[in-house]
């Protein structure tokens, strides 16, 4: 497993931006799958973005696309989420994962999580 912490989240008005940094511990950081997804208190877990171990492939929820991009620096062992164009339904908590495999949205090919940043977008 590698261990994830979040930063970056924050409160910012609606059509600004925000960028989520998640750091990874571990040595075999490159050849991991990551992932964003969401959570409100009371629903599921939703996804936002995916990026294989290259960043050759990416993936978005519908609601996001073309607002949001994923990134990331092997070097670094970090995954970077862009958001920009921010709405009020961006508020939540956000949480980066990593996989053995790239699974796109499903939840459960994702081994480990972070503890989750929260970001707030006011109207």
């Known amino acids: 497993q590698v261990q994830l912490v979040e930063s970056g989240g924050g409160l910012v008005q609606a059509g600004g931006s925000l960028r989520l940094s998640c750091a990874a511990s571990g040595r075999t950081f490159s050849s991991w799958a990551m992932g964003w997804f969401r959570q409100a208190p009371g629903k599921e877990r939703e996804f936002v973005a995916a990026i294989n171990w290259s960043g050759g492939r990416t993936d978005y929820a519908n609601s996001v696309k073309g607002r949001f991009t994923i990134s990331r620096e092997n070097g670094k062992t970090t995954v970077y989420l862009q958001m920009n164009s921010l709405k009020a339904e961006d508020t939540t908590v956000y949480y980066c994962?990593?996989?053995?495999?790239?699974?796109?949205?499903?939840?459960?090919?994702?081994?480990?999580w972070g503890q989750g940043t929260q970001v707030t977008v006011s109207s």
């Open positions: 994962a990593a996989g053995t495999y790239y699974s796109g949205s499903y939840y459960g090919g994702y081994n480990s």
